[in-house]
């Protein structure tokens, strides 16, 4: 590096190029430009003639200055000039570069990239030899070596942070005995090895940590508690009192990603800990794919929830017939449905069902002898989970009394223990608290809760290890013991309230969530050999990839921790990977954590090693600047070019047209948002919309339903256009408060929560053009969440309102054998976006009589209205291109329900066009005979 004064230069040697400039004048200077010939035959007539001025034959020496200029700007910004350059210091060995790359730096990566480059390209004008690692970066060579120049500045300025953790074995690829200098850009989390690392590179020189206080805040894995589910949040370097809001992700309905929930997370003075509480209906809770906090975008940020927010299924069998209704209170499996209600989904059937269904509990009630042992045994083994309660069934089998019966998780005494009887209390006994690591470990039994009678467990050693709730006498209450890769967990009472008040108490449903929980695979549960496939992928800025492409990765590797080849997100067993019984298994996901094991903890820097304040150079590359400034030069050249040699006039000529060609909008771009409206109706207008099929849309005020809803019926008639012979004009928006309803045979009316309230003028209108054979098309587009007339939606609200003041006859759901139904394609069901949800139309007259309106009579037929949710408008709408401008499901699955809303659009327009034609089908054998005279 040459420094001359406050400038230096990193390729000096490229300045002896500007030696060539005076041959480069010179050149210029021998060479005229190019005359401009003009063929005209009457300049024989100036043949003889001497010119009365001079032009020069040589280029103007402004014109040469400026090209020249032009090229030292190119020469000296090669060159790599830097203003006021570092000076050198003390340390002139070399200098190494540290990056975790984690994803806690995301927030302030470009500050940290640029920390690193400038370190190295210090150090290089220097002449120190430089290297640079990122930890999450897989290096293929086999050592780090040091090297001259910008090679090491150049890597870190490509570098990329990654979810997974640092890679620490990789500072051992560095020179044995060489000494240097370290800067390590650290990451505010501390990750395992780290300390360690740092104090190792302090043994070879000096070590600066820089960045590894920054503020960071995470989020943990959500645990839920019935319909409420709890996410730990936070953070590090930080003691203000902060809010943040944490956002509850998933599907709808119809398939869409989109915000469900949110939910705000208080850090009071000093707090590192809070939490963000849901509360979520279950359905909302089984669509929920992802936690994130508001605002930030790194992996720390999100917490992926795979399945383990789902319903658990519970198979529930009696053996036996179920009580009535009048003695439902003693029935074996009241109190037990009762405690899983609201947080499971309950099977019931024959066992050989629910062993075909493969739940993830399987629940039986007092029974001596279970039916088909050993399928249950073998799902048992394969990791299901049987709980079971004793009774006098049990307490009196044979079986139970010996070590012929495996799904027992002890050996059972003779008899029972009933207070008053041989073997009983004086008085019902309570319980004794939980023991620390039991299923059971922090609920606490109410001193209300007594045990009258119970079956007696065989005593021996392996009892103790067995019990997982006592009596305070230290009999055993709940048993359980591990079968293969499942358990069996034995309750010594009954499953009501005939032996003791336990399943009267709210510790009962606590006790029964435990156990159902438990039933969820964990990764620890499984062979270290067993393979995952990995479903997607989470990144460091927290976006979400599919893993298709990812080989099998075992257990054990994720197991000990987030690596390049196993990275956090969503991974499921591999069917087969684990041996017999492994289809038991198949089901289970696995959200991986990008978090450290145990948790986030601040940097804790040791001995030897420093903080710094990071790293603040003046320097000011000026390549950048002279190479805008040689552009600028050589554009100034071609105007000049153009001015002396008269073609200057074209150009201008031509601007206007270049102009034209950038202003003008490209493919329709800016018109899609303006929604044609009728404006008014004169009596041009009003001869257009006789003469031609025209669908109107009220115009709600939201311009982007309203642009939805015209697209979606664009794309309507193209369908129209392609399949039949309806040949429909461009459809129009209305104002119901001026406009004239009769031309349109079809209203489309997109339901939004904050429509206005009708005038009295547009009720009079609606209801006249109800009256006169029109249809309105209203659609909530809300999926038929809340059904018709629940109000539970603010579109099903909206609709309510709009509907009280309109003339509108009894409804029902579309019978199967309606003439929409049939009308052009044979369908049952009318999906649009959404699926499922019913459509409502008129009400046969059998059950319309007592309306008194008779649209049936007066509309040929014709329902007045159609109501659903189903956002028909949204599957039709196309773009100016005709392609789909909205997703509708996934994959296969999703062109067919495309294709089936077009057929249900087709459906509709011939069934407002037609009127009952197609129910007069049954006179088509005369109507052909009549053709055949």
């Known amino acids: 590096m040459l420094t001359i004064g406050a400038f230096a230069f990193t390729a000096p040697w490229l300045l002896l190029v500007a030696a060539a400039l005076p041959v480069l004048w010179i050149l210029l200077r021998a060479i005229p430009p190019a005359a401009v010939r003009h063929r005209f035959p009457g300049v024989a007539l100036l043949l003889g003639l001497k010119d009365q001025e001079a032009e020069t034959a040589t280029t103007p020496w402004w014109l040469l200055l400026l090209r020249c200029l032009a090229v030292l700007a190119l020469i000296v910004g090669f060159a790599g000039p830097i203003f006021n350059p570092a000076k050198g210091g003390g340390d002139r060995g070399p200098l190494l570069v540290v990056m975790d790359g984690t994803w806690a730096e995301v927030p302030d990566w470009d500050a940290r990239r640029d920390q690193a480059q400038t370190a190295l390209q210090a150090a290089a004008r220097q002449g120190r030899v430089t290297a640079f690692v990122s930890l ?39 020179p044995q005995g060489a000494e240097f200098s370290t800067l390590w850009i650290a990451s505010p989390v501390a990750w395992p090895g780290q300390s360690a690392a740092m104090a190792q590179l302090a043994d070879r020189g000096d070590v600066t940590v820089v960045g590894h206080t920054a503020p960071v805040i995470t989020l943990g894995q959500p645990q839920r508690d019935g319909g409420q589910v709890t996410v730990p949040v936070q953070r590090l370097n930080a003691d ?47 669509r929920l794919t992802r936690f994130d906090i508001a605002g930030l975008r790194h992996a720390g940020a999100v917490a992926l929830t795979g399945d383990s927010l789902h319903r658990q299924e519970v198979a529930i069998f009696t053996g036996a017939a179920q009580a009535g209704e009048g003695a439902a209170l003693l029935a074996q499996d009241h109190y037990v449905r009762q405690a899983l209600v609201e947080d499971t989904d309950l099977l019931t059937g024959t066992l050989q069902d629910m062993l075909q269904a493969n739940p993830d509990v399987i629940l039986m009630t007092d029974m001596a002898d279970v039916p088909s042992p050993v399928d249950v045994v073998e799902w048992v083994l394969a990791g299901g989970r049987l709980v079971r309660f004793a009774g006098p069934q049990l307490a009196a089998a044979e079986a139970a009394r010996s070590d012929d019966d495996p799904l027992l998780p002890v050996r059972l005494r003779a008899g029972g223990r009933t207070l008053g009887g041989a073997m009983s209390w004086g008085a019902p006994k309570r319980l004794r608290a939980f023991a620390p690591g039991t299923p059971f470990d922090g609920l606490t039994p109410p001193a209300e809760v007594t045990i009258t009678s119970q079956v007696l467990a065989e005593p021996g050693p392996d009892l103790p290890q067995a019990v997982i709730a006592e009596l305070e006498d230290g009999t055993p209450l709940v048993t359980q013991a591990d079968v293969g890769d499942g358990t069996i967990t034995l309750f010594h009472v009954t499953a009501n309230a005939q032996w003791s008040n336990l399943p009267l108490s709210g510790l009962f449903v606590d006790m029964m969530d435990r156990l159902t929980l438990q039933s969820r695979a964990g990764l620890d549960t499984l062979p270290a050999e067993a393979l995952l496939q990995v479903q997607s992928v989470l990144a460091a800025d927290g976006s979400v990839s599919p893993g298709d492409d990812r080989a099998a990765v075992p257990v054990a590797a994720v197991l000990a921790g987030t690596t390049v080849q196993a990275p956090p997100g969503i991974y499921a067993l591999d069917d087969g990977a684990v041996g017999d019984g492994a289809s038991q298994r198949g089901g289970d996901v696995f959200p991986i954590s990008p978090l450290p094991q145990g948790g986030i903890a601040p940097v804790a820097l040791p001995a030897g090693v420093v903080a710094g304040a990071g790293v603040d150079s003046t320097a000011v590359p000026l390549m950048p600047y002279l190479l805008m400034l040689a552009l600028a030069l050589l554009a100034v050249d071609v105007v000049a070019t153009l001015l002396l040699t008269g073609r200057v006039g074209r150009a201008v000529r031509a601007m206007p047209i270049v102009l034209a060609a950038f202003l003008l909008p490209q493919g329709g771009q800016g018109q899609e948002a303006q929604v044609p409206q009728t404006q008014s109706t004169d009596d041009a207008a009003a001869i257009a919309f006789s003469t031609e099929v025209v669908f109107a849309h009220v115009i709600t005020g939201d311009a982007r339903v309203d642009g939805a809803t015209l697209a979606g019926l664009r794309g309507l008639s193209d369908i129209l256009f392609q399949r039949t012979s309806v040949e429909p004009a461009t459809p129009v928006g209305i104002d119901l408060a001026r406009d004239e309803l009769a031309f349109f045979p079809l209203i489309y009316w997109p339901v939004t929560p904050d429509f206005p309230t009708l005038s009295d003028g547009a009720v009079n209108r609606l209801n006249r ?43 029902e759901p579309v019978p199967q054998d309606h003439v929409l139904s049939r009308s052009f394609y044979l369908m049952q069901d009318f999906p649009g976006r959404h699926m499922g949800g019913r459509v409502w139309v008129e009400a046969a007259p059998n059950t319309a009589q007592a309306d008194g309106i008779g649209f049936r009579n007066t509309n040929d037929g014709v329902s007045p209205i159609i109501i659903g949710g189903n956002d028909w408008a949204g599957a ?22 495309r294709e089936l809303a077009a057929r249900f659009g087709v459906n509709l327009v011939m069934y407002v066009l037609t009127g009952n034609y197609k129910s007069d089908q049954v006179h088509a054998t005369d109507i052909l005979e009549r053709m055949g005279q």
Not at 145 to 165: D, I, N
Not at 771 to 780: A, C, H, L, Y
């Open 876 to 897: 039709w709408a196309t773009d100016e291109f005709g392609a789909p401008m909205f997703p509708v499901g996934r994959g296969f699955q999703g062109d067919r329900q």
């Open 136 to 174: 999450t970066d897989p290096l293929d060579d086999a050592t780090i070596a040091f090297q001259p120049g910008l090679g090491a500045a150049t890597r870190a300025g490509g570098t990329r942070p990654a979810a997974w953790e640092p890679d620490y074995d990789l500072l051992t690829r560095l």
């Open 769 to 811: 053009y109800l009256r006169s054979g029109g249809m309105i098309v209203f659609d909530t587009r809300d999926g038929n969440v809340a059904g018709l007339g629940q109000g539970l939606t603010p579109e099903g609200r909206a609709l309510q309102r709009i509907a009280r003041r309109l003339e509108l006859p009894r409804l």
């Open 240 to 286: 203000a009192p902060a809010t943040v809001s944490v956002t509850a992700t998933g599907t709808t309905p119809g398939g869409d990603v989109q915000v469900l929930a949110q939910a705000d997370a208080v850090f009071a003075q000093s707090d590192a800990r809070t939490t963000a509480t849901f509360d979520l209906p279950a359905e909302v809770l089984a």
